[in-house]
Nanobody, 124 residues
């Protein structure tokens, strides 16, 4: 079992930055690839970024590439999402998730565990 708790969301102006954190419980955190997804009102949950279990491989949605950076600290059981140059269209609830496979990492159905989400609101 892995429990995930996100933090770091909030209200920011367009062009600003936020860093989301996702703290994981359990001793097996380092065995999981981790992902960030987001869901805006009335829209489906969409992939944002993912990182392999050692952190050697990262994956990004085209919409955030060059602006967002995913990283992890296995010693702290934490994964991060640094979000820069935020846009109003980045407004959503952001979720972190854990998967025991790196295959199809962009697909929500591949993830075994989910956090409760943290709201990010970007004003124009």
């Amino acid at each position: 079992q892995v429990q995930l708790v996100e933090s770091g969301g909030g209200l920011v102006q367009a062009g600003g930055s936020l860093r989301l954190s996702c703290a994981a419980s359990g001793r097996t955190f380092s065995r999981y690839a981790m992902g960030w997804f987001r869901q805006a009102p009335g829209k489906e949950r969409e992939f944002v970024a993912a990182i392999s279990w050692r952190g050697t491989s990262t994956y990004y949605a085209d919409s955030v590439k060059g602006r967002f950076t995913i990283s992890r600290d296995n010693a702290k059981n934490t994964v991060y999402l640094q979000m820069n140059s935020l846009k109003p269209e980045d407004t959503a609830v952001y979720y972190c998730a854990a998967t025991n496979t790196i295959a199809e990492v962009t697909q929500p159905r591949r993830y075994n565990y989910w956090g409760q989400g943290t709201q990010v609101t970007v004003s124009s």
